[in-house]
Antibody, heavy 120, light 109 residues
Framework: QVQLVESGGGVVQPGGSLSLSCAAS????????MHWVRQAPGKGLEWVAF????????FYVDSVKGRFTISRDNSKNTMYLQMNSLRPEDTAVYYC?????????????WGQGTLVIVSS | EIVLTQSPGTLSLSPGERATLSCRAS???????LAWYQQKPGQAPRLLIY???SRATGIPDRFSGSGSGTDFTLTISRLEPEDFAVYYC??????????FGGGTKVEIK
């Protein structure tokens, strides 16, 4: 069964930085596009970012453009989300999710999430 | 950006009853690239339906999806105790951003 394990969440002050990781296993990571999705406490799901299977195409939701960077290391089966200039509204559980293909594909597996709290 | 509006916000039903959840898009969803996810408290979402009507692997046949264009429906034919959860629709047929609906909570009456 596909496994996705997020790490790196925690408490950070506004304006600070945090780096999240998503370790993938039990599938050929380098063949699939990957996403980050977040969920603020008690709220719905919000798509954050996407990276193509080879890392050559990346997309972001407008609210994080210029602040967040998605990347991946296929040799380590790991995806990353570098978050800079964090704001209180970035507080959320961050999930990594695998697509069943590339951009035009649903999210067939999700990790359990890592909580990011932006607060002074 | 395609905005997805789910209704109702909350559905109060008893086990064994039929649940009908709606997802309406602000513009046509290309190729019916519409998915439904189930989320239980403290858990990650789980893919139920993709392509508007195809069940994901391992999903019971009491779950069915239908619709095209701007109107989509998730039906749970007979609610089991484990089906009480929040359900989200998502479109993945357009250029960024991908969007989710606001969710429908199915609660025990």
């Amino acid at each position: 069964q596909v496994q996705l394990v997020e790490s790196g969440g925690g408490v950070v002050q506004p304006g600070g930085s945090l780096s999240l990781s998503c370790a993938a296993s039990r599938f050929t990571f380098s063949n699939y596009g990957m996403h980050w999705v977040r969920q603020a406490p008690g709220k719905g799901l919000e798509w954050v970012a996407f990276i193509r299977y080879d890392g050559n195409n990346k997309f972001y939701v407008d609210s994080v453009k210029g602040r967040f960077t998605i990347s991946r290391d296929n040799s380590k089966n790991t995806m990353y989300l570098q978050m800079n200039s964090l704001r209180p509204e970035d507080t959320a559980v961050y999930y990594c999710a695998k697509t069943s293909g590339e951009w035009f594909a649903p999210f067939d597996f999700w990790g359990q999430g890592t909580l990011v709290i932006v607060s002074s | 950006e395609i905005v997805l509006t789910q209704s109702p916000g909350t559905l109060s039903l008893s086990p064994g009853e039929r649940a009908t959840l709606s997802c309406r898009a602000s513009q046509s969803v290309s190729y019916s690239y519409l998915a439904w996810y189930q989320q239980k408290p403290g858990q990650a979402p789980r893919l139920l339906i993709y392509g508007a009507s195809s069940r994901a692997t391992g999903i019971p046949d009491r779950f069915s999806g239908s619709g095209s264009g701007t109107d989509f429906t998730l039906t749970i034919s007979r609610l089991e105790p484990e089906d009480f959860a929040v359900y989200y629709c998502q479109q993945y047929g357009s250029s960024p951003p991908l969007t989710f609906g606001g969710g429908t909570k199915v609660e025990i009456k």
